[in-house]
């Protein structure tokens, strides 16, 4: 991200919001999973789930880095 591309950034910033709110049930998902991973060792289930609410907190700045690469010089 070495060029400044305002337009990439502010055409993808209402799809990184709807990402946010993704991320916040990541979050959320993370948290239980942590827990009953906790409680529970053998569940591997809640690591792969665990995995995937990580994918989901990381998801705004990916959707960002992606409209701001789409935009061309």
């Not at 991320?23 to 942590?34: H, K, R």
Request: charged share 10%; glycine share 8%; proline share 7%.
């Amino acid at each position: 991200m070495g060029e400044c591309r305002p337009l990439g950034f502010l055409i993808g910033l209402p799809f990184a919001v709807l990402a946010l709110a993704l991320s916040l049930v990541g979050a959320v998902v993370w948290l239980i999973g942590s827990a009953v991973s906790c409680v529970c060792p053998c569940c591997i289930c809640c690591a792969g789930l665990a995995n995937l609410a990580v994918a989901l907190i990381k998801l705004p700045v990916k959707v960002i880095k992606w409209f701001i690469e789409q935009i061309p010089c």
